[in-house]
């Protein structure tokens, strides 16, 4: 009973952008719930209570070392993740089973049903696509700027459309400062990549063990590199390419390890200050931030394993607040720039 209740206790918090992007709002939730659980299942144990010293261990280890970085709920998600696969699954209450199948939904990426799995890659063609003139509004529209169109894979994510020839002469002046601030953009953003991706192939602390995609996941797990380094090896060393399977997964795990600087605290500042020359009249850039989102739709997500936990855990690229930029152009135009979003398996990183 007191496990069941435990995950009533829970079943407020449900899976939503603020409750994802705002941590604080859930600590109190978590924090009242493991502490009466604590409470409840002090003393002897019946015979059967197999998850509850499980759980116990959990909580006492999450109230001690509480991280705002995430928040207690991301942490706890994180750490009960091996029930996920618990043969005593018929065993489990109503509250225990719903918060549970949440759980399975997140770590397996959050998809929406009715979307094929080869959509996953790549935005919608009536998103990043315009379908009227640019000079005329009229439809349909066959004719592109090359100067300022940007493509990933055949996919176009920023173009400026005209219905013929003519209209594309005709509109070439008024469009002139967009393209060329456009495609100042698409340098300093390949530049960017450029920098995270040496740096990160450079230096590194991956040291894999074993990668597999299952369940709808893909499982990394590794060595401790600490343990490596008391055995007289480098903590840092070139990434290991060709070590996670297949090209695919070498490009999650490498943008998965350079994420945790894109963020407010992270270097990604002091490089776009740099880069985009901010405060400087002649700047290209009117304005940028860094917006959190709510990750979806992710085709096998990461769910790594191995020395980041004190228990057997998983740590989730899902679960953990996802950052992109949002750029304004002198022009007026607005960007967003998904630098990391490779760690999903996204191929575009730069759009309207």
Request: some cysteine.
């Amino acid at each position: 009973m007191a496990v069941e209740q435990l995950f009533f206790d829970l079943g407020n918090t449900s899976d939503g952008s603020d409750i994802n992007l705002h941590p604080e709002l859930s600590h109190p939730i978590y924090t009242r719930a493991l502490e009466k659980f604590l409470a409840q299942t002090e003393g002897p144990l019946r015979e059967g209570d197999r998850a509850i010293p499980y759980l116990r261990e959990v909580a006492q280890g999450l109230l001690g070392r509480y991280c705002t970085e995430y928040g207690l709920r991301i942490a706890f998600m994180e750490s009960i993740a091996s029930l996920l696969w618990d043969p005593d699954q018929q065993l489990w209450g109503v509250s225990q089973r719903s918060y549970m199948s949440m759980c399975r939904w997140i770590f397996r990426g959050r998809k929406v049903g009715g979307i094929p799995p080869q959509d996953y890659d790549h935005l919608s063609h009536t998103l990043t696509v315009p379908t009227k003139c640019a000079n005329c509004a009229r439809s349909p529209a066959y004719f592109a700027c090359t100067s300022c169109t940007l493509r990933h894979d055949s996919h176009i994510t920023i173009c400026t459309m005209y219905c013929n020839e003519l209209c594309l002469v005709l509109h070439r002046s008024t469009h002139q400062s967009t393209c060329v601030q456009r495609v100042r953009l698409m340098r300093s953003v390949a530049i960017l990549k450029a920098i995270f991706t040496i740096v990160s192939k450079e230096l590194s602390i991956f040291s894999p063990a074993k990668c597999q995609e299952t369940d709808g996941m893909t499982f990394l797990s590794q060595d401790d590199p600490f343990l490596d380094c008391l055995r007289g090896n480098f903590l840092l060393h070139k990434f290991p390419r060709e070590s996670f399977g297949t090209k695919r997964h070498d490009t999650m795990v490498l943008h998965s390890q350079y994420s945790s600087h894109i963020r407010p605290d992270g270097i990604i500042r002091s490089l776009l200050d740099w880069l985009w020359e901010r405060g400087d009249s002649r700047s290209f850039i009117k304005s940028y931030d860094l917006v959190p989102v709510l990750v979806k739709n992710v085709d096998c997500p990461l769910a790594m394993e191995g020395w980041f936990f004190y228990m057997d855990g998983l740590k989730s690229n899902v679960l953990r607040p996802h950052w992109v930029l949002r750029v304004r152009l002198q022009c007026g135009e607005e960007f967003a720039v998904d630098l990391a979003g490779g760690q999903f398996g996204w191929a575009e990183y730069l759009m309207h």
